[in-house]
């Protein structure tokens, strides 16, 4: 009897792994895998279906337009010829939990003209992730013929479903977030050239682009499929694409592409691919990437006062082609009134540009601002009222003149500006500041770097601003820029432990930078950069303030590192102080507070932003997790007062629990009021908030 019910139970369970659907014109033949339902094309193996409980079909296809694997194949006879699995002729293995997809050969695109010669052959393996909840895909190709492959598309997802509404199906980048589905494929009453029509590109990049980590999201706040690759750290991570055709404008094409370059004889292999489907938002997806990057990513300890600030100040000393003294905005002896003015806005780390000539090596002050004594007293005098001074270096780009003695050309690469230049940047009259950027592993340039970075430690000052960090990762070791810096902040580190090293992150090697980056300063304004946020500790992400209340409290919210940089009217960046401007002095002081007041949920907690959302609301809201507590942020973003709704599920967030205490609080922390909610599908209405103003939830289940 026993026996039976155990045979009963394997041929329940194999019922449940492979089925059809009918996601086609015709049945097709499925298997379950972690929840997520894959239909598989039996003629090409290219995916005909996605499905995950409560969240519905999240890809279906025809067999015509399904997808799994393309690449490029240019020939004499036709550049464009592709190789895919919707052209080819499939071979299947299946097991218990896995697939295996062969391609023997993987057939082209077109065939009416002589072909190179051998073959190119295709595996894609995919199976059930142990940890429960994803599944992981793999790819290897072999060149058997006698040209190169220079691209590969993998995973190519073809027929993503707007599961949720064309308005709330969403794309969530690492950096941002893009609605595929609302935005026309050609401008109305528009005619544009046919190339990139339905497309839109998101190459690898660092702060500066959307795509900075090997991971995305599409779904919506009911739920949706994270996917990321296993690669962490490696110098081919892919660019990511999507294409909507006018013909079918509610389908979406998702693709990764790898500059694979595979030349006759070689072989290449894609990695693991893992996709997660999930209840609720990004930040349930992103949950088994987040475990992996901590596994592979050592955990680095950023200085106490960056780790728990609110921010940093810039300040413009001078313009680099500024030669009187009297355009100065700021002189070396200014840097403590300054830092005692950020100290008084919640910041105590101040950034000066402009304080030395740019470009060369030694690192030479500039004699408009004062003398080598005056400067490093004022450090001194800045650290005494509570700030550290962290001066602007710009060094990977070094002058013309110098370009001999590292091996490069003479480039065209000018920086030059000046607020009475027409126009103020790059004139093409000038080359006042041209120069050529020189590769991270030059020998001599690393040289140079360090003696000039360490004459200035041993002078007393211990914190630097990296312009242009540009890191040349390697295929395997530690980038040589990494290897540098590690070298010369462990020497000041011995002098000035909280010293810091912050730069301007510009490549796609974040993956990289957060080794020895404490911070970033790049010209970014308020992004939401949350699932970066909520996977990385380090480098803290900057945000640039001019004199916005708004952007204070978004940036405050999400636990970005505000850049303040308030500015006299018609002048450059940073040329004022920030108790000249009310509004921002305002803000600073008190988002300073309530970050003082909840900083465990900053330092500590887990970065949810949107995705503590069960339904829309007209606010700005972020959420925070602290072990079994949550913290609720909502600003008012709009311009009129009005009660703001909140709803969310709490079950996906703390452990389940017949009651759940809540705290609401006023934007200065005061508690208002204490209730108890009995269902995890918790629903609330804040106070009547005035425009720009703030109000928190926290909430904790009671045991």
Known sequence: MARDKRHSAFLISILTVFGFVSATSAATPTITLNGLTIGVDEETGSILYLAYPEVGVILQATPQAAGLLDMAYPVDAFVPLRLASRFSKARIGRARDAITITWDPLAPSRGNFPMPSGKITAQIGIRAAVDGKSVILTCRVENQSSAPVPQVIFPDLRGLQPFDGLEQTRLRLPRGEVSPFTEPIRAPDSAPFYVGRGWKDYPPAGYYGLNALRWLDYGSLRGGLSVFQKKWGTPDMPGVRTHRAESSPNNLRLMWEHKASIQPGKSWESGEFWLTPHLGGWAKGIEVFRNYVREVNSPRQVPKHVRDGLGFQTIWMIQTAEMDPAKAAFRYADLPRVAQDAVAHGLDEVV????????????????????????????????????????????????????????????????????????????????????????????????????????????????????????????????????????VRTLAQAKDPESTFSAESVAASLEHDNQVVDYTWNWVDYVDASPILNVLRTPRLNCDVEDSPLVVKQAFCDGLYLNVMPIKPDQPNGTALISEVPSLSSALKETAALRKQFLPFFVDGILLGDSVLSAPTPAFVRGRQLGDRLLIAVLNAQNQARHISVRSSLDLWLPQAETYQIKYYDSQGKVVKTKSSQVSRWQDVTELLQPLELAFFEIWPTR
């Open 352 to 487: 000066p540009w402009g304080w030395c000539t740019y470009s060369t090596m030694p690192i030479p002050l500039r004699s408009e601002l004062g003398g080598q004594q005056e400067f490093l007293d004022s450090l001194h005098k800045a650290r005494q009222v509570g700030a550290n001074i962290a001066p602007f270096i710009s060094v990977q780009i070094v002058r013309n003149r110098y370009a001999s003695r590292y091996g490069v050309p003479p480039a065209t690469s000018d920086w030059t500006y000046h607020p009475e230049l027409i126009p103020n940047f790059r004139p093409f009259y000038t080359k006042f500041w041209d120069g050529a950027s020189v590769e991270s592993d030059n020998e001599v340039w690393k040289k140079d770097v360090e003696t000039a970075l360490t004459q200035w430690i041993n002078l007393g000052l211990h914190s630097f601003c990296w312009d242009v960090f540009s890191t040349k990762v390697k295929e395997k070791g530690k980038p040589d820029l990494i290897t540098l810096l590690e070298k």
